[in-house]
């Protein structure tokens, strides 16, 4: 079993509409999560870090369920430029900070 | 200009080839790292260095090498190309004690 896994997808929504991804991880002892987001043949660019408590970035918030080992990323009012694959990254204790990489989920948002 | 940077964008080799693949960074971080990237496999990690003596084995390391020839320098070797290294590799940094990566633009490889 992956340590972090993603839908592939892709999600296709129209514009405005309101999409989320779910990734679940693996080792109980994560214990920092983040989405990237990377466009097609680009580099991965963080988009936010989640936090227990739930944080949100103007349309794109982020939840974490530590009980269910899962993190979620909602986007609202989707636009065009929302396209793009989502990556779900955990670190694991240990002070070492390597991320894993989940393998993303790609999202088509068409007018 | 780009904090940091990867050469060659593209290059198309032969099996048995050896190619170096280089990464410079101007952010000052000590902590480098490259990744491949293959179609529905994500991002795996080849190699890491915490500083310019510190060199670590990712998950995939066989096959390939590197060298951290200063802070701002870590370079990938394959030092013989066969073609399932076929992928797009991509260089990063970080800062001790966080997570956030900051990657290169990436270097498409295809070997034929």
């Known amino acids: 079993r992956k340590e972090v896994e993603q839908d592939p997808g892709p999600f296709n929504v129209p514009e405005g509409a309101t999409v989320a991804f779910n990734c679940t991880y693996s080792?109980?002892?994560?214990?920092?999560f983040f989405w990237y987001r990377q466009d097609c043949r680009k580099e991965p660019k963080l988009l936010m870090s989640?936090?227990?408590s739930g944080n949100e970035d103007g349309r794109f918030t982020a939840q974490l369920n530590r009980a269910s080992q899962y993190i979620s990323l909602l986007i609202r009012d989707s636009k065009l430029s929302d396209s793009a694959t989502y990556l779900c990254?955990?670190?694991?204790?240990?002070?070492?900070?390597?991320?894993?990489f989940g393998r993303g989920t790609s999202l088509i948002v068409h007018p | 200009d780009a904090d940091v940077t990867q050469t060659p964008r593209n290059r198309i080799t032969k099996t048995g080839k050896r190619i170096m693949l280089e990464c410079s960074q101007t952010?000052?971080?000590?902590?480098m790292y490259w990744y491949r990237q293959d179609p529905g496999l994500g991002l795996r990690l080849i190699y890491y260095s915490f500083d310019v003596k510190d060199i670590n084995k990712g998950e995939i390391s066989d096959g390939y090498s590197v060298s951290r020839q200063a802070q701002a320098k870590f370079s990938l070797s394959l030092e013989s190309a066969i073609p399932n290294q076929t992928a797009l590799y991509f260089c990063?940094?970080?800062?001790?004690?966080?997570?956030?990566?900051?990657f290169g633009p990436g270097t498409r490889l295809t070997v034929l």
């Open positions: 952010k000052g971080h000590d902590r």
């Open positions: 989640v936090y227990s």
């Open positions: 080792n109980s002892a994560s214990q920092s």
């Open positions: 990063a940094t970080s800062e001790p004690g966080t997570t956030e990566q900051f």
């Open positions: 990254v955990v670190t694991t204790s240990g002070g070492s900070y390597i991320p894993t």
